[in-house]
């Protein structure tokens, strides 16, 4: 059999984790003696949604198959997908029927002027984040959140390579560091869907797959996020725990950056905690620009 065609490929794979997490009780089956599976099987969930075996089955082989927008509604209503499930998987579904492209551009994603002079405007930390989740821009606000940025190379500036880095492991300590490494492959599965074979994306993929088995355990969920927002408790010795919303804000572009911003209810402990933590890395910032200009 041929290589199959990269959207249907990610389709057949979406399809099944989707499958896997269903069992026989959630759908009103009875399991019905010993089962090698611990989801629906391909013929069940085929059942349900009033579809062949044999077609359901190449779906997931990633094969030749180019299903309506019929089959479709019916394959979301078998496997109980919410809407943004759903939409994934149209947009898998819809570019597999379209050949496979030529020379796609692949160059490096650049931040608008006008998007950097805002960021140096916002009194709240917010940073720019590529379609695969690297770091293009910050302000200082997040510099003093989230540490400086030119400690590390910036091929590895990107939000899922640091969150499993394992020289970083305090990080893996807070109670929420597992939902928001979700909420970041979510939106990695968001951006693979719109280019499989982008090699940014293949290679970040690639690398955590081999080195991390709990991003190969997370990534296998093939849940999806597109623009996503959640509480994150920020853990400073200086100032103590910061807790503070963080919500993303796509830039122009299809698809194309997003802006992430953290921000502290007003008049709250942790206004006054991340203001302090502002105040006092903008003093070391002008204590260091004053030694560099002693002769």
Known sequence: MSNPHPYARELGEFLRARRGRLHPHDVGLEPGG????TGLRREELALLAGLSTDYYQRMEQGREVRPSDDVLDALAGALALDDEERRHLFTLARAAR???????DHGPERVPESTRRLLRVMGTPAVVLGRHLDLLDWNPAAEALLGDPG??????????LLMFDDT??????CPDWERQALDYIGMMRAAVATDPTHPRATAIVGELSIRSAEFRRLWARHDVRGSVSGTKTFRVPEV???VLDWDTYPLPGSPGPVMLVFTARPGSADADRLQL????????????TDAQDVP
């Open 34 to 37: 010993r089962r090698k599976v």
């Open 98 to 104: 379209r050949p496979v492209p030529g020379r796609v």
């Open 168 to 173: 970083l492991t305090g990080e893996r300590t």
């Open 151 to 160: 400690d590390h190379p910036p091929g590895r500036l990107n939000m899922l």
């Open 240 to 242: 103590g725990d910061i």
């Open 277 to 288: 933590l502002a105040s006092l890395h903008a003093t070391r910032a002008a204590s260091s």
